[in-house]
């Protein structure tokens, strides 16, 4: 069929499917929203393509549980724990649990760090992580500033409940959305032109949506940045901080500290936190794992009665005690999935290339960084979204606009690779790549105009920030 | 370095509820290794029904898998996080609620939000129905958690509504106009009542004229009413005049003009850490018929999803319906077993109890055992009990209650042979007050 023989009628139907209908749906995850989404040109429907689920390495971990079905069925060497389980709401969390998860967080870091569970909070996930941490250190009306382009979600987490304001630091292509120095100073002087008190600084690392890890350089800055202001804090949000398949290695904030001088050490160590979850290292977003880590006590002793507002479930902390408590079996994880994402990005990559599109060199994450700002019709954010509805309605292919992720920059959009089968990837390189032929030489706006008219809200909501975030991260 | 909120003692989490609970876990009573330590009576905990629960896991051991007709549904549960809740789950709940209430209401899953717990749910109907600075009123004694769910990252306020024993804490038209009056004396906008059904430390069940009460209050005035109904299945004296009635089933018999703007302000919360005894397990869940409340509460329940792995077994669990029927029948009646027990026990050391009708503790008159009818005595009182008798109770202080003299026991988390030698123990400290002190008591019933 080929995309150009579809035609850009006005009478552009969406509609909703309850079910999937094909084996290709299912496993591409797009049965986790329940629905999937048609779009239909004339009489031709195309299968929208989702690409924000996390699925390469389950194998590993259903095989895991098959040799292990003790554990969930709620049984230590063979007694029933059940009882003790239903009833275990301890906010400190299951001492095995946590002990699990600060040797794996170290075995991540190449046991170059290593954590102490008693500095640990557990949390649903790192999405009650983030705004619990924000509630410990910030006021309403304080801002934190964020390296662009960052999570969408980050604008519900940090900012709804709590009152804080984001205040972006603009990072740019040209020195590959690195953080600088004067990025840093701009950022910090456009919060005091608002009249906000910055209480610190909050990075991804490795990044959402970049897939790149922070240098030391960037991490001096930061480090310099806050060292001498002395209410301000360091996050660093490493939820992806298990999917870094190629060199550079991860350097964790916490190597960073434990780097430095006693002197400087002395300066912040308690002013730095890090954010965990098992949400994209173990594929497990479901089971609402997050964790934050401090070694300020005043911080955890807060943070820890905040977890009553969002206590993990103690079925699925003895769960994955023990499967993190298998050290072969983690080790081999490690290196298994690391070695699959590094694959599948490759795949991505060159994909994108014959199509002529490149992507931001990436070590890390479930996605790439994307330029597709030579397909633009102009240089600007509305040209931007011309070309995602686009991709979403003649492509067929779910990618999130760099404007969502505030990006200042028109043009880049995160495209993830890691939520479905390769034949799936292999159909979107192939759409991408017929589009790029087809669009070369179109004229711009002359389809667009159709697609405005039909457009309705909720593809909006697919991308904007508004919507189930969570799905998106 | 840190915010108020994380500095201050605003958490709540130093009255004595906790003091107690912290002295306990110094020196924990054990049939065996510590046969003299404190016995936990201040944990409002279901552990009467257990084998029932493991019975039916046994029996299915492939929820627990997560294996659904042979398959494995691990991968589909891993990647679950959507904050509408597994369908099978939401529907299993509503199924669950509506027979439990005798199927009067047929409750339906698109008016439902799930939260990790109670405690999420009572935060989130804050942040949604109050600003900060804004109040809610609540009768007392009420549950001292909500200090702290409430208020502490709301920036919501709670105004008593004082309660007596002069009618069996029951709340009146008047006692809520007196709140109200209070809340603008103070220069607090009153946004709604938050009450327990049933009662938490009371144990008793509202009635219908309570519940209308509070209705007509609520449309008087326009303001909201929450409904925390977490303790509606362990109702296990149910005649005709004690029997449970939810504030959804007053609600629906209300046939006139103002029904529509007061069925968008009564939201009710639930959760299965007391009925099913799951605390562990984090499930609770809001319910209400104002959309916007659903659809903003959905959102924020992504700050405490339900783990899917959770959602997946029990929702096995409660599509059970025999079984669940079953567990529902026996657990109750357990319950009832065990209040009896503790009710005559007391009795037998001359202690009487409000008459109660659900729960898991009993709320115990000790007014006759202070020294003076004030805090301090009360509180002496408690540390007595705590450290020489050895038992865990939470003082009636630590629940906001108006009256000096009255403490909360719980009766469902301890073993029967522990609740006889509670019991006993305190049949002993009474009778040594007594020795000493029944000339000054004899004189205190002359001049009542």
Not at chain 1, 180 to 195: F, G, H, I, P, V
Not at chain 2, 64 to 89: E, N
Not at chain 2, 198 to 221: Q, R
């Amino acid at each position: 069929m080929g995309l150009a023989e579809n035609q850009v009628s006005c009478n552009t139907v969406i509609f909703w499917c309850k079910k999937s209908k094909n084996k290709e749906a299912a496993s591409s995850s797009i049965i986790i929203i329940h629905h999937i989404y048609y779009v239909s040109h004339g009489s031709h429907v195309r299968k929208l393509l989702f690409f924000n689920n996390w699925q390469l390495s389950f194998d590993l971990l259903e095989s895991w549980l098959a040799k292990n079905p003790d554990v969930s069925g709620f049984k230590r060497d063979g007694k029933s724990i059940f009882r003790e389980l239903a009833l275990f709401q301890d906010y400190h969390g299951l001492p095995l649990f946590k002990k699990a998860l600060v040797d794996f967080m170290a075995e991540i870091r190449g046991n170059k760090v290593t954590f102490d569970p008693n500095h640990m909070v557990l949390t649903a996930g790192a999405t009650s992580a983030n705004e619990t941490l924000m509630f410990c250190v910030a006021e309403e009306g304080d801002a934190f500033l964020l390296p662009t382009p960052y999570y969408p979600g980050f604008d519900r987490d940090l900012k709804w409940r709590t009152g804080v304001e984001i205040v972006p630091i603009q990072c740019t292509s040209s020195n590959n959305f690195r953080i600088t120095e004067s990025a840093l100073e701009q950022a910090y002087q456009d919060a005091r032109k608002r009249n906000l008190r910055v209480k610190g600084v909050l990075v991804t690392n490795p990044s959402n949506p970049l897939g790149t890890t922070l240098s030391r350089n960037e991490f001096d800055l930061l480090v310099d940045f806050i060292k001498d202001k002395e209410t301000m804090h360091l996050i660093s949000d490493e939820i992806y901080s298990g999917t870094v398949f190629s060199s550079p290695s991860f350097v964790s904030v916490m190597e960073i500290l434990k780097e430095m001088t006693p002197n400087d050490a002395a300066k912040i160590w308690n002013r730095v936190h890090v954010v965990y979850s098992l949400s994209k290292d173990l594929g497990l977003p479901g089971f609402r794992v997050g964790a934050i880590y401090s070694e300020n006590d005043a911080v955890v002793a807060a943070a820890t009665k905040m977890s009553s507002f969002g206590l993990v479930s103690s079925q699925t902390q003895y769960l994955l005690a023990a499967m993190l408590s298998d050290n072969k079996f983690t080790k081999k994880y490690i290196s298994e999935n690391q070695k699959r994402l590094r694959r599948r990005q490759r795949m991505l990559v060159t994909g994108l290339q014959k199509a002529g599109i490149k992507c931001l060199k990436s070590n890390a994450g479930l996605f790439c960084w994307v330029d597709m700002r030579h397909l633009l019709c102009s240089n600007t954010f509305e040209a931007e979204m011309e070309l995602w509805k686009k991709i979403v309605y003649q492509v067929g292919l779910n990618i999130s606009p760099g404007s969502s992720c505030h990006c200042s920059e028109p043009g880049w959009f995160r495209v993830c690779f890691a939520n479905m089968s390769q034949d799936t990837l292999n159909v979107a390189m192939k759409r991408v790549k017929n589009f790029v032929t087809d669009s070369t030489g179109a004229e711009c706006g002359s389809s667009s105009a159709c697609f405005t008219k039909s457009f309705s809200n909720w593809v909006f909501r697919l991308s904007s920030r508004d919507h189930r975030a969570p799905e998106e991260r | 370095m840190l915010s108020r909120k994380a500095s201050k003692d605003s958490h709540g989490q130093d009255s004595s509820y906790f003091q107690g609970w912290q002295e306990y876990e110094k020196n924990s009573y054990h049939p065996i290794q510590n046969p003299m330590g404190i016995i936990q009576m201040g944990l409002a905990e279901n552990q009467l029904s257990f084998d029932l629960l493991e019975s039916w896991l046994r029996r299915n051991s492939n929820t627990m898998a997560l294996k659904k007709d042979g398959v494995s549904a691990f991968k589909d549960l891993a990647l679950f996080q959507d904050y509408h809740g597994l369908p099978a789950f939401k529907e299993a709940l509503v199924n669950f609620m509506t027979s439990m209430r005798g199927n009067k209401i047929k409750y339906s899953s698109d008016k439902l939000v799930l939260t990790a717990g109670a405690t999420a749910a009572n935060e989130i109907l804050m942040f949604c129905l109050t600003d900060p600075g804004q109040a809610f009123i609540l009768p007392t004694p009420y549950y001292p958690g909500f200090d702290r769910d409430l208020k502490w990252r709301t920036g919501a306020e709670i105004i008593p509504m004082h309660c007596s024993s002069s009618n069996g804490f029951r709340i009146t038209r008047c006692a809520l106009e007196q709140a109200y009056q209070l809340g603008q004396e103070l220069n607090l906008k009153i946004k709604g009542v938050l009450v327990t059904n049933p009662s938490n430390p009371l144990g008793t069940t509202m009635t219908k004229t309570e519940l209308n009460h509070l209705l007509d209050f609520a449309i008087d005035k326009n303001i909201h009413i929450v409904s925390d109904e977490i303790y509606s299945g362990t109702v296990f004296d149910s005649s005709s005049t004690t029997s449970f009635t939810s504030i959804m089933e007053v609600l629906n018999e209300r046939n006139n003009n103002n029904y529509n703007n007061i069925r968008n302000h009564v939201h009710m919360v639930y959760s299965l850490s007391k009925d099913l005894g799951l605390p562990g397990f984090r499930v609770g869940m809001i319910y209400s018929n104002n959309e916007k409340v659903i659809a903003a509460a959905t959102k924020m329940s992504s700050f405490a999803l339900v783990s899917s792995q959770t959602q997946f077994l029990l929702s096995n669990l409660l599509s059970d319906a025999k079984f669940i029927k079953k567990y529902m029948v026996e657990n109750q009646r357990r319950l009832k077993r065990r209040k009896d027990m503790l009710v005559r026990g007391l009795r037998k050391a001359g202690i009487s109890c409000l008459r109660s009708n659900a729960g898991l503790f009993c709320w115990v008159d000790m007014r006759h055992l202070l020294s003076s009818d004030s805090f301090e005595a009360e509180k002496e009182l408690w540390k007595r009990i705590v450290c020489e008798v050895g038992l865990n109770i939470s003082p009636g202080s630590s629940c906001h209650c108006s009256q000096p003299g009255w403490f909360r026991i719980c009766f469902a988390n301890i073993s029967e042979d522990a609740l006889h030698l509670a019991m006993h123990r305190m049949k002993a400290f009474t009778n040594s007050i007594f020795s000493v002190r029944l000339p000054i008591i004899m004189m205190r019933k002359k001049s009542f």
